[in-house]
């Protein structure tokens, strides 16, 4: 009884939290945008109300967590099709084929079924997908042999091992963030704002998107680096690298935390300031990126030839020149070319917005300073955010590398983006399409919102704080 009095208001949340999570998983229809809508605002008002009302309560935050992902378990994914392909390579690799190397369609097209379930899985993927050769790196491509040794002949026993998988490496997000937060003297709590973000539930585990495991090497890679073992940091960012992409764009970045333009200064990357003069600290730098180097490429190696390095480059370049969603910047200067040659100038566009990300980058690699960890973690959500601005194509699943970089920080931009993100599945009326018949006011909300908080945090908020102290310490006085 006394349990009860205590904790009736979680406990309530916690079953109305189960219960949407089970009607989003096992009753929601994509194209029901009405009540996704509705599901998603209810567990985003839950998980607030979670936050403020079991805020202290770590052990009973974790169960909620990881019980929120058990609902999704034996689920059939409904806002993605993507693990339809992930579930495609795995087979392939599986019968001996190189997935690098062949599009599903090139055997569809001919009326060769190499594997199991084959025309199911191309059905299930879309020709849009089924068109191009896979970009998918290694460490993934091995999660996928996984699911298809586990389950050659069965959809969702498939599902069921990715699903395993990404939970699992999410329990490794949580075991090395809050490592991470207590080394750098922050609060445990927030590391639940990822973990329990009905965004990242329903993105990674109910769509079944690897960022989980992504972020899983990332976060665990900035550890290793803040305790000074930077060897097996630097292994541990390669396998990251080698799930998703994401993290090369982060290690221009490193720079400052080995070298500097002094001749010594105390860099706080382990737990103690550790001296480097600029020619140990660059050797150190270039030992770090060539223990990356070798790694990725001895993880790339069982797949290499010509053939793979071209397919792959072509596959990637589609990001940048051909598709495009769900984009801000993008969208004002596609708009532009229009008006003035009457053609999307996409190809010119992605080639330019790339070229200022690179130089963003630089900026903050050479000119931003970087004294120890939290600014590391700082920068990279910059130079990741600023990605996203610029980007052609942003579907929902890449700002959970946003996200759990601002739980290092005190930026709220990606956790508010995080919830208006759904108004992008909006667009989703043709998904197998490159054009998604986008309605570009409901695109503009979205960003307008992010935007202006995004705005206020850098611009603002600092010289309202300070305003306000002033103005305290006046009345005080």
Not at 79 to 84: A, K
Not at 141 to 146: D, K
Request: hydrophobic share 55%; glycine share 4%; with cysteine.
């Amino acid at each position: 009884m006394q349990f009860w009095k205590h904790y009736r208001i979680p406990l309530c949340l916690f079953i109305v939290s189960l219960i949407t999570y089970y009607l989003f998983a096992y009753q929601l229809v994509r194209t029901d945008y009405p009540t996704l809508i509705i599901l998603y605002t209810l567990l985003w008002l839950v998980f607030l109300l979670l936050m403020t009302y079991a805020k202290t309560n770590f052990k009973f935050l974790t169960v909620i967590a990881f019980l929120s992902r058990a609902i999704f378990i034996l689920a059939i994914p409904n806002l993605s099709q993507d693990f339809y392909r992930f579930i495609w390579d795995g087979r392939m690799l599986l019968q001996g084929f190189n997935p690098y190397l062949f599009t599903p369609e090139s055997f569809i097209s001919i009326g060769k079924l190499p594997i199991a379930q084959a025309m199911e899985l191309y059905e299930g993927m879309g020709q849009l997908n089924g068109s191009h050769f896979s970009n998918y790196p290694p460490i993934k491509q091995f999660c996928f042999t996984i699911a298809a040794l586990c389950s050659g002949q069965s959809i969702l026993g498939s599902a069921i091992v990715f699903r395993v998988i990404i939970i699992a490496a999410d329990f490794g997000t949580f075991f090395f963030g809050r490592k991470l937060l207590q080394q750098l003297n922050l609060s445990e709590r927030n590391i639940f704002w990822y973990l329990l973000n009905p965004f990242i539930i329903i993105e990674l585990t109910g769509n079944l998107h690897f960022e989980g495991v992504m972020i899983f090497f990332l976060i665990w890679s900035l550890y290793l680096l803040h305790c000074g073992k930077w060897k097996w940091a630097a292994v541990i960012f390669a396998c990251s690298i080698s799930v998703k992409l994401i993290p090369l764009l982060f290690l221009p970045l490193l720079y400052r935390c080995f070298v500097t333009n002094s001749a010594t200064t105390s860099i706080d990357i382990t737990n103690k300031k550790t001296k480097f003069s600029v020619l140990k600290g660059m050797k150190t730098l270039l030992s770090f990126y060539v223990i990356v180097g070798i790694t990725t490429l001895l993880l790339f190696a069982p797949f290499f030839s010509s053939e793979f390095v071209n397919n792959y480059a072509q596959t990637v370049a589609l990001w940048f020149n051909n598709f495009e969603f769900n984009a801000s910047i993008y969208y004002l200067a596609r708009a532009i070319g229009y008006w003035l040659t009457g053609y999307n100038e996409i190809a010119i566009i992605g080639k330019i917005l790339s070229i200022l990300v690179f130089l963003f980058v630089m900026g903050l690699a050479f000119l931003r300073r970087t004294p120890d960890t939290k600014q590391l973690i700082t920068n990279m959500l910059f130079a990741f955010g600023i990605f996203l601005f610029l980007s052609t194509t942003i579907h929902p699943w890449y700002l959970a590398t946003l996200l759990i970089l601002s739980v290092f920080t005190n930026y709220k931009f990606p956790l508010v983006w995080s919830f208006v993100i759904i108004l992008s599945y909006l667009a989703y009326l043709n998904p197998n399409q490159a054009d998604k018949s986008e309605n570009l006011w409901i695109i503009a909300l979205e960003y307008a919102i992010v935007y202006v908080v995004f705005i206020w945090e850098v611009f603002f908020f600092k010289r309202f704080q300070q305003k306000r102290k002033a103005n305290s310490s006046e009345l005080a006085s």
